[in-house]
């Protein structure tokens, strides 16, 4: 457990997605800072937490990767209950739709309903990936630059802790000035809206495109837990069923337990 000195913050529900454990890219430490900071009485892991196709390409499983693991089945044991919604980087455990060990349950999807009675969707994303007309070709030109861009954020970040600067998101710059990766998130956003939509719910919650987001699209409730590669959010649902969007507001390194804060 975090040492009693930290700031402690109890919820009813934590939404965590896109972690990518068994990649050099994931922020474990973060991760496990939140987990021991954070008491919830439901975790939802929306997808992409283990990164199976990173472990194909190149094996590689620290010892805090194993450690957030270990504390996330600590949560469920200890009466935390846990609902994994796979995505599509660890899509082989959604061969274990419907299964249930103790306090940890699989499903392909969910239908939360939070505390003030509101009805919310609960999937990774990549679903919606077929809604968003991009050829093939394109989508995987950009997860391989995308990839590029994150190998080279590694080095980046190397020599900015050298200089005593904190954290920078190169992947997250350059898709911020690339238009069609922002055509992308808007249809990606339009096409998760709609699905909760049609299914007559009051809003939807996903991840996929390590983009937070929490706001009213088309009627709905959109959110988007974002991811702990770039960003390093979450979703939270207070005791009265408020939904809110947290992100860690210390990036620095060498400060691995940063305060948490409410993202707008």
């Not at 390409?57 to 996330?72: A, D, E, G, K």
């Not at 003030?116 to 990549?126: E, K, P, Q, T």
Request: aromatic share 10%; hydrophobic share 45%.
């Amino acid at each position: 457990m975090a040492p009693a000195h930290l700031p402690q913050l109890q919820v009813r529900t934590a939404f965590l997605s896109d972690i990518h454990l068994g990649a050099r890219e994931c922020r474990a430490e973060l991760v496990l800072d939140f987990l021991h900071r954070v008491h919830m009485q439901e975790l939802y892991l929306v997808g992409d937490i283990v990164d199976v196709w990173s472990l194909r390409r190149s094996f590689y499983w620290p010892q805090i990767h194993n450690n957030v693991l270990r504390t996330i089945l600590g949560k469920a044991k200890h009466g935390t209950r846990v609902i994994y919604v796979p995505g599509n980087h660890d899509e082989e455990f959604r061969d274990l739709d419907a299964a249930v060990f103790g306090n940890l349950e699989v499903h392909r999807e969910y239908v939360h309903t939070t505390a003030s009675g509101r009805r919310m969707l609960v999937a990774h994303g990549d679903e919606f990936d077929a809604n968003v007309k991009f050829s093939r070709w394109l989508a995987a030109l950009g997860s391989g630059m995308y990839d590029v861009s994150l190998a080279l954020n590694r080095v980046v970040n190397r020599v900015r802790r050298a200089a005593g600067f904190p954290y920078w998101s190169l992947a997250s710059y350059l898709k911020s000035k690339v238009g069609s990766a922002g055509q992308y998130v808007r249809l990606f956003e339009e096409a998760a809206a709609h699905a909760a939509l049609r299914r007559g719910l009051d809003g939807i919650i996903c991840g996929h495109i390590h983009r937070p987001a929490n706001r009213e699209l088309h009627g709905v409730r959109y959110c988007n837990t974002g991811d702990w590669v770039e960003n390093c959010s979450a979703l939270i649902e207070d005791r009265s069923g408020e939904l809110r969007l947290w992100q860690l507001a210390d990036w620095a390194q060498e400060a691995p337990a940063g305060r948490l804060a409410t993202a707008a």
